[in-house]
């Protein structure tokens, strides 16, 4: 008998990751960006390899745009494309950081004119989320100052309020927007939105549409970020996850890969709160493939997530809270990593082939030829990057 | 001419900061707390030591207590004791830390018998407050947990809830709750009350009388506390601010000593927002001196709080937004840092001269031959200390 | 058949991790200290406690000392006293911060007669360590500044390479002088011995017998601790561990309770540089139990050690070499990987029964009655603490 | 009579501080990199902006190279070119990380051929300071990993020694290796040269031409510098400075920006250690100019390091000395302060002006069109940048 018990199971076969389109083309550091054989050359060729990710997992049943990176003539194709493929069209986020207008701030600009134009490509995302039946607007800002004076670090708060209302009221009755923070990168000094009080502050401003997107990546050193994970689901604003795993800054690696205990615990406090499988809170990944290859490492990356959920499941939640009530440290912290050391793979891996999926989907998907078969396929173009 | 200029010589005058009583008695680390002679002995001793910073200064009106450090049997007494000396009681400063009981929390306790007890504390805080004429009740949490498991998060933020809703509702109509918040220490895995976001939801929750306590050593490393600072403020919540500075952790260093740019630009975003000699903000001293004498410790601090206040405001704001509107970083920069650089404390000594205060009061303090006195005076007895 | 090979078996059989005494007696922050039942209240009775981790697990078969907490008249007896429990005395820890005298430094103090008296302490725990027969003299110093300005930070450095000098002069033929760094506190604005490179700088300059103390939880957030392991062990100096964990601070939690991940990474590094089981690398655990019960808490703590240990073994090490070398990043992260995600606990379990152990040290240890005894027979004296 | 004596004055006098020449190109982060019109469009034109920053501030007699960024055909040329606009060229630069081979590494790379490579391009390098008479090889290596057990730390540690051996062995007699550290960037999990204590035992193992460099954004949070400043010059090991500052990361700030008093403890240091204008101890500055005018950015770089120097020079060290010997931690403190606070900014404008300088270099260079002469003048090729 699995040690995965059938709840267990009914809760693991309703889980679901959404991909980043990105995450298939080239990315790097300000100091280099290495180029792979095979890399996507546009938004068409970077769902394929989504989709790949899907098939060998059933994890990952839609795919993340990003606009103005993956804009194509017609939604509708795109749309019939990866369905075609297995997966659907997901999250649209903004992108105001591309663009020579917006080295001083985009939706908090001192001038009208250029937050106009940041507010109506927001336009542009919504129409796009009708014509790909996305539900969920993501925004995250890149503004901030480098310099100390540089800002007006009030004004551009008050103006980043009244922009995001425009955008709000344009929202449709279906359609959310997601809020992410971030400590800091690419802005030195100050960020408009460095932290969840701020995002939840300016959601909260706004209405039961606006919610708080929470990236793994995106605190101070030594962040309690399961508590931040407790604290949004509490006051209903967690909208969404991006996950990631980091050493030191936004090092944007495999999720999981850092500090896989964290993901344990973060993992929890979304069970613990009510927001797994939970429509209103969205898993999403957002990572880097700097230096290891794309798909498998997003293969990779949904395992990881689901082999943390099955952990965060076996938690005795019972004998738990009686420990906790009783002030038995060591007990009640035995018992939380006694699920965290269980090893779950071999369970997972049976329950998979019982799904008609590989055991291994690492392995599987290696054995299939695919990385070989885009890297002759894929010959000329331009290689389809961060910011591109 | 002085470089203060009659306005910003107004707004001096107006400066008030308020010291903690236990600034006075020992204080140091779980390593070692040093003696020294003369420390006070009770709460009258404490009262007399901070009033002579006041004496030297003019900056230090109000002394804060810390219950039950600062338990008597007659606080009117404590009160004219205090008014004979030149100063007033301030806040009340409730502790949930030094009793076995509240070992597993206090107000978030799983025990509803704990949290009675701490509710109870509380009224009694506010009794004394009613007793001295005290405006505000300050709460500091040092709960939390160790380790993973050891605590049902999200159970805690409930009880947290409630047990602030109760001793919100026994307030007066003129007074205030100030809740602080904590990065870490004394709890080594999760806090309670951890950043200034979950400061703000729970006082957002309980209503207008309730506030935001910023202490400018709580918070995660490389956090911008002025952001922070400029938040509160344009959300209506900033209630007070305990000063100090900090280079690791919660080092309780004297304010300014650390960083004293970033002194300045929190001084000068309070003055941005309105929060400069706002009585609805106000400013305090939480300082340990482990290793340098007490009263000229306080002395130094306060100085230090008007010196980097005179330079906020010397900050040409009308060049400086005009620079911010521009795009000119580095003009923008230029103007703020100007200020910074500028060395005000001469015109400071002048000013302080032609209201009859020392020109050093540093120097003066030393002349004045009170260290010895109560060296010899204060033999006996116990010393105050954290936590006595 | 185990998954723990005989090779494996036979390394784990040889490991050996030190107790500190310190960690029986009561411990807490500057803000509490709890008080436990049945805590020791003296050297004879640390060792007792101590002695019970050691029966229940074969993992700790010495104690080391704190002088001069655990100064006794006869260092003869309390020998004999910890053989007669099945252990041994082990490395002699000095101790200069909690003397007045030490305010501003022992070794490094600007007067020669502290430094003097610092040297001479040292001296006195030569002599215990030829009477208690231990080979290392362990320095942790606690010296520093608060306050730029306060200390000559050069003279200081020129300072400590004399006193230690000087002390270890006086070591025996077959001692040797540990010096342990410490990235801040109780000196918040400079220490002495902040990061394992002046550590380094300093014994090398000393000979042979000087080696470094690493203790886990003394780096600045962010750093590689597995790659000063490596380091060290690579020039030679690694002399010793102090073994803990923590999330933000010197948080002194029980080892691997905040980053089991990190633990493993150490202990790998560890294996790979030929430092496990090897003499000249000592293993120690130096914690703090604040709220949890001290003998399970070095239990749990010993077993995180031999836990992690067991899996650094199962890295099978030629085929992670193969991958480094063919540049495969995720084939070289998911043998790592596979190593720390093996359950371990079941084949330990059995392999301790096999060898006359209890299958599970903390049940046994629960079971046996020990803390209810020592509960009663321990009332009255004075309770050990940190310190005392 | 100047605040500035004359001793100061010829301290001041021999003030060198060497200028990158990619601080001249576009730069940014991974996100975006901003274009400014008049960007320089090859290595000449870079020094004709380098010229500049000398010509107004008499700060920046010298220019380093970054190979193969600045490569030409004719380094006489481009001397001569240097030295006919006033300045020289200085420290070579080595770029190991903008090549395809070196995506896991360079001088520590798995493959012989690799490293072949990487130091042959060194050997480049060496021959290029023959052509230049540049003293100076500075090596940072962007080496590491990113993920644990994708790389074999130790066995890299052990190529990167025998790797430097090698381009050691080829310096001329004149000619030094300056090996910087960095905490962590473009490399996620490990770096190969992380800290001071790694370059200190990698130069030290190499000989006397070898020397650290200290990068001062290239640190943990939280880390004393000018310990390590003091530290490295005590051993006789710091070859060199770049300057910068930053808030978060490595985030290449104007020099001085982020924590004014934290460049004045390191310039402090630096004099107590004899390592100001002392020809062993190169000062240079290495930052990125995202969004300000790299010119200007580069003249208030040098003016604030001069302006630094200035107060370091004004503390009053043997009043500083018996404050720290009778351990009056406030005067000590206080002295130390004194001299930060000074404004030292119109004692060197006059003192400029006594030289035949701007009084304001700053106002100056606007004044003089040369922003608008190259934006003219440079149109078309490709603007220089991080990377080109």
């Not at 336009?123 to 539900?135: N, Q």
């Amino acid at each position: 008998m699995s040690i995965l018990s059938e709840a267990v199971q009914a809760e693991l076969a309703k889980q679901a990751i959404e991909l980043p389109s990105w995450a298939f083309g080239n990315s790097g550091t300000r100091f280099k960006v290495f180029a792979t054989p095979g890399t996507p050359r546009d938004p068409y060729e970077k769902i394929a390899d989504a989709a790949q990710v899907h098939r060998y997992t059933a994890l990952a049943p839609t795919v993340a745009l990003h606009i103005p990176w993956d804009r194509v003539d017609d939604y509708d194709a795109l749309k019939r494309h990866a369905e075609g493929l297995g997966v659907e069209l997901g999250t649209i986020n903004s992108n105001t950081f591309q663009d020579d207008d917006y080295k001083f701030g985009a939706l908090t600009h001192e001038d009208a004119a250029v937050r106009r134009k940041a507010i109506d490509h927001h336009f542009e995302c919504i129409d796009i989320m009708h014509a790909t039946g996305s539900r969920d607007l993501k925004i995250w800002l890149a503004e901030g100052s480098n310099y100390p004076g540089q800002a007006d670090l009030r004004g551009r708060q008050d103006r980043l309020h009244e922009s995001l209302q425009e955008i709000y009221a344009r929202l449709g009755d279906d359609q959310r927007l997601v809020l992410e923070y971030k400590f800091f990168e690419p802005a030195f000094y100050h960020t408009d939105v460095p932290d969840w009080g701020t995002s939840y502050a300016q959601v909260a401003a706004l209405g039961e549409k606006a919610m708080v997107c929470l990236d793994t990546g995106h605190h101070a050193p030594g962040t309690n970020i399961e508590f931040i994970v407790m604290q949004l689901l509490r006051l209903g604003k967690l909208g969404s996850f991006d996950f990631n795993s980091r050493f030191y800054a936004d090092d944007d690696l495999i999720v999981g890969a850092a500090d896989p205990f964290q993901l344990f615990r973060i993992v929890f406090e979304v069970l613990r709160g009510g927001g797994l499988n939970n429509p209103d809170v969205a898993f999403m990944l957002d990572q880097c493939h700097n230096v290891e290859d794309k798909i498998p490492g997003q293969i990779r990356s949904v395992l990881n997530v689901q082999e943390m959920t099955a952990r965060a499941l076996l938690v005795d939640r019972e004998a738990l809270a009686a420990a906790q009530r009783s002030g038995d440290v060591l007990e009640a912290n035995r018992i939380f990593m006694d699920a965290f050391y269980t090893d779950v793979r071999p369970a997972l891996a049976e329950w998979r082939e019982s799904r008609g999926l590989p055991a291994d989907p690492m392995a599987a998907f290696a054995e299939s030829g695919y990385l070989a078969q885009i890297a002759a396929d894929r010959v000329g173009g331009v290689q389809a990057g961060w910011g591109a």
